[in-house]
Structure formats: C-alpha cells, structure tokens
C-alpha cells in the first residue's frame, strides 16, 4: 500500500492548481479520498473524531441493497426461463442471464450521474460526493429490466441535474433523486415503464435465455389487479399459475428488477437497522401506514377499485412497497428530521401509497409517488414540530 | 434534599491515557509562566505592566478596558520577561519569568466585605472575578447585572478529565466559603452539580443536583438546561467547584492560590499522572520525560479532546488549568480504505464498526476521518445533546445569520462545548464548536 500511496503522492501536483491535469482534480480527489483516508486532522473544536464518514454510511447502504441486486438477477432470468415454458432452470445460467441483463443498466446509470457529478465537483472546485454511489445503484433496481437504455441516461442526468446539482449537490436535494428519475421515466414514457412486457426480459443475451414470443403476457401482480373487472382478482405467473401470498413474499414474480423480494429487502433493513444507518422510526411507521390503510381499504372493498379486496400482508408485500419503505423512505437528506416529524411522515407515505395504489386505477403503483409527495412535506412538518420546539421556550419566558 | 438528574442521551469515549492513581507525587515549578488574554472572553485587555517590570502574586498584569477594576493578576512572583503580540498589536500572551525561591509570596487582599458592592470589588480586584463565566455567551460576567441563579459544576464528564474529588481533596471548607460569598451575589438559587455517588458532602447554602448518566452529564450548560434554561434577558453565572475553591482561598487568606493539580493524559503519554504546577506553567516542564518514544507526530491539547486547545509542544496550560492531553496527531498516517476498515481499534458509535461492540480503550488520532460535507444525517446531534434544543436547525439559523430564528432556537441556552459531542460523532465532520462561537460572537455585537 506504501507504494500506491507514494506513486498518488508523486502524480498529486499533476492535478493540482497549475498541473497539466488540474481539469481532472475532482477525479483524482475522489479516487485519493477513496483509497486512502483523508489526513486531514482537526483545526478547530474537537480534537478527535468519529471513525464513522459518508462514505462508510453509503457504503452500508450499497451493501444492504446487495440482496435486493442479487435476487433481482437471478428473478430476471427466472422470469425469462419461465416464460418460455421451461420446467428446469439452472442456477448459474439463470443468475448469468440476469446479471446480463441489468448490468448494462447499471453502468448507464453510474456513468451518466457519476460523470455529471465529477463535472459538476469540478466546476463549483468541491470534493467529488458519494451520494450517488446509492442512486446509482438504486435506479436499475426500481425500474423494469426491460427499460432502453437511452431513457435510463436521459432520466438519470434529469434528475442528477434538477433535482441534486441545481440545489447545491448532495444533502441539498429536496426530492430523492433515484424516484425522481424513476417518475421521469414514468410520466415520459409511460408505454415503456408499464404493461405486461416491460417487466419480464425477452431475448437472449449473448445466447443465454430464450427469445419469447410477442404473445406472452407477464403483467406484474398489481397491474393484473389494476386491470381487473368484477370483485375477481386472481392474480396469475407468466405461466398461467396463481400467485400465492408466500410468492408475493419470496418474489419470484414479475416487477421492477429488484423490488419483487420482500425478503430480500428485510435482510437489507436488518443491515440498515443494525448498523444504525436507516431510521427505524420511518421503517416503522411506513409499514404501520400502510397496514392501516390497507386494512382501512379491505374493510370498505368494492368491485370499483380491485385493489381493495387485497389483504393487508398482500398490500405490504406487493410492489414497490416494502422497497420505498426501506431504501426510500429512509434516505436521510429528503425525509422529516426531527423525530417526531419521523413518525408522521413514515405514516403518511404508508398511507398515501396504498390511497394512490387502490383508489386510483391508472396508477397500478403507488409507492414512488407517495415518498416524492411527502419528500415534498416534509419541510412543512418539520416547521411544524419546529416551532412547537419554539413555543415551549415562549411559554417558559410566560410562566 | 438534593435534585435528582438523570442524563440518557450522551456518550462516554472509552480512551486509553487516563490517570488511574489518585496520588500526587511530582511538583513542578518551571522557570516561566504564561497568561493569554484570550482565555478571557468578553474582556478587551489594557495592559498594567511592561516588559522587564518586576511583579508580585496577585499583582494587575492587565484590566478590562471597560471595567477598569477588573484585573488579571499575575499568579507567581517574578518577572515580566516578555509581552508576545500578534497581528494589529493583539496581546498574544505575557510570559513572566518565575522567582522559583519567593514565586509563592505575593501582596494580599484586605478581605472584609460589608456589602453586595465590595463583594463585587473584591472579586474583580483580586482576579477571581474573571474566573468565572455566563450564559448567555460563556463569556465573563458582566458585574452590573445581577444573575438569576449562579450555577456550579461538582464534576466534569469529558474524556479523561480528572476526578474532582482528587483535585479538590481536602478543599471542601474553601468551596463552602466560596458559596457562601456567591450567595450575596444572586437573589436566585446556587446550585452545585455533584455526579452521583461522589465523595462530595452537601455544600451548606447550595441547592446539590445529582447528575447520573454520560457525558455532557458534567457539562454546567446540560444541569441548566434540565433544571432551570436560560431564557431570553436571563443571565446566569457559571463556574466550576474549583472555581469556587480558588474564592474561597482568596476569602479566607486574602491571597490566591499560585499552583494548580494538573491531570496528564492521553494515549501519548507514558504514565499519566497528577502533578502540581504552577498556572500557566509550559508543557514542556509538565511533560518532561513522560512522553511515550515512538517517533509519531504528537498533537498536545491543554485541556481535554473535545473542548481543549491545540497548544503545541511549546504551548502552555490554559484555562481552566487542570488537564493536558497528549495524543497522536495521525497525519503521517497512510490509511488504506479506511471507510471500508473491520479494524477493532477503530473507535465509533457506529455499529457497523467492530470496535463498537469492544470493551476496550481505544488511542485514536486527530484525524477528522472523512471529507467534510453537507449536512446529509439527521438526528446524530440529538442523539448526544440531553437539551430541549433542536441542534441542526440552530445550527442552521447561525449558519444563515439569522438572529430572530438564533434566538427562538434557544443561542441564549448554548455555548460551543454544548455541541461537541455532536461535532464528535457528526458524520459530515462540520465544525459546530466554531459555527457556534462565531454565532455567539455575531449575537452579541449585533445585540449589544
């Protein structure tokens, strides 16, 4: 390590103020501070510091959405195998397709927004930041795997740009970047972001897979039921067989690329709540909104909204939900940040998801929406539990 | 019947370096001592002496200019030997060459105060006054207002500070004298903050307040904001027991104490240890031969981690002249990938660290550990601030110069050592000790 650290040492003044590399500096900065610790010590108050830095933070986050990819891969190909009509499926060919299948998504996506966030450290003379090392990897896991990869650059640098940099960068942002280039992508080209073909990947990828035939439907659960007439809803796999409550759990269904496994994502919220990275406050609070509202919805069913008729635990497992929940929701810059701000916010994303996703049928899904609208207020709620805060201290000069 | 506090939020750093024997065995008197001016905040110094004067324990080396009976005294016999100034001929320090034989023997106060008014003058004459401190703004008390309660720290909770019961072992009867004297000056309460479970008594004519939890639980500004907040317009006055022992000498002998025990800690010194020094004595003198050998960059703090001063290896003791602390300074350290390190010594609140789960003590270094950013992390300051302030959003209100939302937001309440547990664990590595100050500073010159 000596040696690396020696030879980034020599190249440092090629980058410096001057240096023929000095257009590079943020690059260079980011990669140094990646490798190596920063020397920097304190210069004023406290003497010593926390291990804990951003990095360590985004780095746990990237780690508990490892899960989530990884099922996401292998749910892809399985998806593409099944649909196809095959009766075996291969372990290591299926994970081989589906890794295929999202890799390039995931290269378009730290590419686009790790190369706008280099330009842009670059240009205001700042240190490159992390933040988007989670973004990064969060846009291919909430969109369909068959999204074109021009929409991802496209909505990817919309919203790095409107929504991060034009707002001074991370910890700026007001609405949580990744939902917002999924919204981009949904609102711009609905055709491709909804349906019963963009969910399930069609062709072979460097002879893996099958080419399905333009037949097939694989519609995801929620927008089987969207589409649903009558008090029937019956959701069926891309094989024609029921999908059981346990199946909407494992996630062996068809949906964005890595929110199908409820499972998954609660070994991710283990990680984030053990580490003390993700707030257990909102976690808490989303799933007892949308436990609430669900259960609201059940009671008062009817044939007008199918939604309706979902049991509560099937609400909760379905879609993005128990995704927005945990990765969504909690990311800690657009959310309330006060404690008890905590708690009605987490509540009224549970709530507002599942209003937005039974009693509106154009929109199958209501999660995403739900955490940009409260990302939206949560400012105001804050103001609200601020000046309570206020208030106490006027009382106390009163009395 | 005495209060009852209990502090939850809060952290206690588990640090290598503290002192373990309660026995004092080494003296030091060095050869020179130095006062800065700047360890007295609020006061705009006017010089009583020059360069080559001779002078006297207890003797003016500079006045407040605007309160003229307030002085600075010299704490030994000896010589002025040299006046240090900075940049527009900013007093730096004033370095007085120590009378190693008579440093002891100085003039005396005539000690009979009849009334509120002499009290005052007696404080400020004999430099007791300056010792002492406010809320708002943790500057020197202003002597024309009269505080709503005077509020006393029995303990002090930062890492590897030393345990007053040593510190002020058998000076129970100065402290009681010294309360006693503060009790003309308020028409409010003195509290005196005691941690549970210390050997010290009741102080007659003090409210006790027994304070049980981490730190801040010994930080004067926690026992405030928990019994009593300062509210706007309100003044309090805050000093520590050894503060008020060094008024009760003065009471009861006319003459102020030369020396002070001095705790030695931290992971870069060999044996730490108490020592009795003079005021102001460099650390040079205190840390002859303790130092641990090990060719690293040291960083040497008088006072503790969290709140001390950087005062180099040339540096001096400083107020409140009972700690210095020796650590490595960490940057010849070449750390690969540290934000992905499993290492056990690395120390964090985090659990995503090892260490965390460890009962041991850990050496760390004064890196700050990462790049500085945004404010990303809510609630972290929270977590370690046992007040009814919302952290983050003063922080913010200074941040933006914002008096009206400073003032709403509770500035009045806080000083910098409030926040640095928060700057501690702050994972954006913000300097919220100094945004805290320069909001101070900014206050009141706007206010006054």
């Known amino acids: 390590m000596k040696a690396l650290r020696n030879y980034l040492n020599k190249i440092k003044p090629h980058f410096e103020e001057g240096g023929k590399l000095h257009p590079f500096r943020s690059v260079f900065d980011g990669f140094e501070t990646f490798l190596f610790t920063p020397e920097t010590t304190a210069t004023s108050g406290v003497h010593i510091h926390d291990s804990r830095d951003s990095k360590r933070t ?26 196809a009509g095959a009766t075996e499926f291969p372990f290591w060919q299926i994970m081989a397709y589906g890794c295929l299948a999202v890799l390039p998504t995931l290269v378009v996506a730290y590419l686009v927004g790790l190369g706008i966030e280099f330009a842009v450290a670059q240009w205001r003379g700042e240190e490159i930041q992390e933040g988007f090392l989670v973004t990064g990897i969060l846009i ?7 999204t074109p990869l021009w929409m991802i650059a496209v909505a990817t640098a919309f919203s790095v740009i409107f929504v991060k940099e034009v707002f001074g960068g991370t910890g700026y942002n007001i609405l949580n970047v990744a939902l917002v280039t999924r919204a981009f992508l949904f609102f711009a080209y609905p055709a491709s972001m909804s349906g019963d073909k963009v969910f399930v990947s069609s062709d072979t990828i460097l002879g893996l897979g099958h080419n399905l035939p333009d037949n097939f439907t694989g519609a ?17 796999d891309i094989a024609g067989k029921a999908i059981t409550s346990w199946d909407m759990f494992l996630g062996l269904i068809p949906g964005s690329f890595g929110e199908t496994s409820t499972l998954c994502i609660l070994i991710g919220a283990l990680i984030l709540l053990v580490s003390g990275i993700a707030n257990w406050r909102i976690i808490l609070s989303v799933f007892a909104g949308g436990a609430f509202m669900a259960w609201i919805a059940n009671c008062f069913a009817t044939p007008t909204y199918p939604a309706s008729f979902l049991t509560v635990q099937d609400q909760l497992c379905l879609g993005g939900f128990a995704f927005a929940a945990v990765f969504m929701a909690t990311d800690p810059v657009t959310t309330a940040r006060t404690t008890v701000g905590k708690y009605i916010y987490g509540f009224l994303v549970g709530v507002i998801a599942i ?8 929109y199958p899904e209501g999660a995403m929406l739900a955490v940009l609208l409260m990302n939206a207020f949560a400012p105001l709620i804050d103001y609200c539990v601020v000046q309570a805060n206020i208030n106490r201290r006027l009382k106390r000069i009163k009395a | 019947m005495s209060l009852q506090l209990k502090i939850k939020k809060g952290l206690d750093l588990e640090l290598a370096g503290k002192v373990e024997s309660d026995k004092v065995e080494k003296v030091v008197i060095p050869d020179h001592i130095a006062i800065f001016p700047d360890d007295f905040p609020g006061l705009t110094p006017k010089l009583n002496i020059k360069e080559g004067d001779p002078i006297r324990k207890g003797q003016p080396l500079f006045h407040d200019k605007v309160h003229e009976e307030m002085n600075v005294v010299s704490p030994v016999t000896g010589t002025i030997k040299e006046i240090v100034r900075g940049e527009r001929r900013k007093i730096i320090r004033i370095v007085i060459a120590v009378d ?14 009849t009334d509120d008014e002499s009290v005052i003058k007696l404080l400020m004459q004999s430099g007791m006054w300056v010792i002492m401190r406010q809320l708002p703004f943790g500057i020197i008390p202003d002597p024309q207002v009269r ?33 006693e004297l503060l009790n003309h000056l308020t028409d409010g309460k003195v509290y005196v903050t005691r941690r549970r479970g210390s050997r010290m008594p009741d102080i007659p004519g003090a409210e006790m307040i027994d304070i049980d939890g981490p730190h801040p639980a010994g930080n004067i500004g926690t026992a405030i904001a928990n019994i009593a907040p300062v509210n706007k317009g309100e003044v309090v006055w805050t000093l520590s027991t050894i503060t008020a022992a060094r008024i009760g000498t003065m009471i009861r002998s006319g003459a102020i104490a030369p020396t002070s025990l001095v705790a030695v800690t931290g992971s870069e010194v060999k044996h730490p240890e108490f020592i009795r020094t003079l005021v102001g004595a460099p650390l040079k003198a205190i840390l002859e031969g303790n130092l641990k050998d090990d060719d690293r960059h040291k960083r040497y703090i008088s006072g503790n981690l969290l709140t001390g001063i950087n005062v180099g290896p040339e540096g001096y003791i400083r107020w409140p002249f009972y700690q210095v602390t020796v650590i490595p300074e960490g940057d010849d350290v070449a750390e690969f990938m540290g934000w992905a390190s499993l290492s056990p010594s690395k120390m964090s609140v985090s659990r995503s660290f090892p260490g965390h789960f460890l009962h041991r003590l850990f050496s760390p270094d004064a890196r700050i550990k990462g790049g500085r950013r945004a404010m990303i992390m809510s609630g972290e300051y929270e977590s370690v ?19 009206d939302n400073m003032e709403k937001l509770g500035i009045y309440e806080v000083i910098p050592e409030d926040f640095a547990l928060a700057e501690y664990v702050d994972t954006s590595k913000l300097e919220l000790q100094k945004i805290v100050a320069e909001g101070l500073e900014y206050l009141r010159k706007e206010t006054e």
């Open chain 1, 140 to 146: 291919p896991l909430i969109c369909p795997v068959e």
């Open chain 2, 147 to 179: 505080p709503r309660d005077i509020f006393i720290a029995g303990f002090d909770s930062s890492p590897l500070a030393p345990d007053f019961d040593v510190l002020l072992k058998d000076k129970v009867n100065l402290i009681v004298a010294g309360v």
């Open chain 2, 385 to 403: 601030m046992p007040m009814d302030i919302l952290p983050e959003y003063l922080i913010k209100a200074i941040l933006s110069k914002d008096i």
């Open chain 2, 100 to 113: 190693q034989q008579n440093y002891d023997k100085g003039i005396s106060q005539s000690v009979n105060p």
């Open chain 1, 58 to 83: 985004m780095i746990i986050v990237v780690l508990a959405l490892m899960p989530c990819l990884l099922f996401g891969m292998y749910n892809a190909g399985y998806q593409n195998w099944l649909a």
């Open chain 1, 220 to 236: 995801t659960p929620l927008g089987q039921i969207a589409t649903a007439t009558g008090g029937d809803i019956a959701v069926t």
């Open chain 1, 355 to 362: 209003i937005i996703r039974t009693y509106n049928n154009g």
